[in-house]
């Protein structure tokens, strides 16, 4: 062979390899993370449903790439978010903070797999048919966390048994909102308990209730489950720490952060959860196919001394 037909031979050759590289690298699977909440104060359960992917032997940047949307707060931003993460044309959705990211991933699409983290019932939603087999495109967990409202306002009374008025925290357009009403009347009826219902649905609302918490001298508050509210603990605390007030809350998040006591489910436990039932789906099974889960374990903490005990 001559020098220079050989010299042609091997360049076409090297131009070549970097081809076939490519074409022997797997495809990445995309996942689309959709929240209501804020990546600042989600930092801890994303890495718990890191920890749930990775089981199922997926590692983000490795053999999957995720799309990450926030609403921070806003619903009204969901639905654009969700169909944002659509048009990328995503593998799995994972709707996560709650149901209502989990109403705007179902609203947007109805082929991609979608795995909720909601605080109510899924069957009731109609994000499901049952539990056991969702029957749709979307399965996940439901921490029933937005079904214990009851029993924060029973806890509440517990500790402040002399307590004239209790008021009680709710965003009107959370779409357990009516339910949640409904559970704390209720139960303030069977205690005899006097309440006072505060609605906040954004950042001035919040702030003209907790002015009135202030102004009506209010003994207790008890603050619902419900994403937006997660989002403002620095501005709750605020005000409940500077007039001594006294509050429940729905997880031990807030606690931490300085809050006097929660009641609700581990939220990292839950997150671990839908990563694993990403990973699953990533893997063939039908979200259809996929049962539910519930959580069964419930846990109390509170201040001083960080006192908790698992109840359920």
Known sequence: MKRREFITLFGGAAAAWPLAARAQQPTMSVIGFLHTRSPEDSAYMVAAWREGLAAQGYSEGQNIRVEYRWARGYYDQLS?????????RVDVLAAAGGEPSALAARAATSSIPIVFIIGGGPVKLGLATSLNRPGGNSTGVSLLTSDLEAKRLGLLRELMPSANVVAVLINPNFPQSETQITEVDEAAHTIGQRIRILKARNVEELETALAALVSERVNALLVVADPFFDTQRARIFAVVAQHRVPAIYQF????????????GISLPDAYRQA????????????AADLPIVQSVKFEFVKRPRMMCMSLG
Do not use: C, P, T
Request: hydrophobic content about 40%.
């Open 80 to 88: 654009s978010l969700a169909a944002d993460l659509v048009s990328h």
């Open 252 to 263: 031990r998040e807030y606690v931490i952060a300085g809050g006097l006591m929660s009641y």
């Open 275 to 286: 990563g694993i039932n990403v990973g699953r789906i990533l893997k063939g099974e039908g």
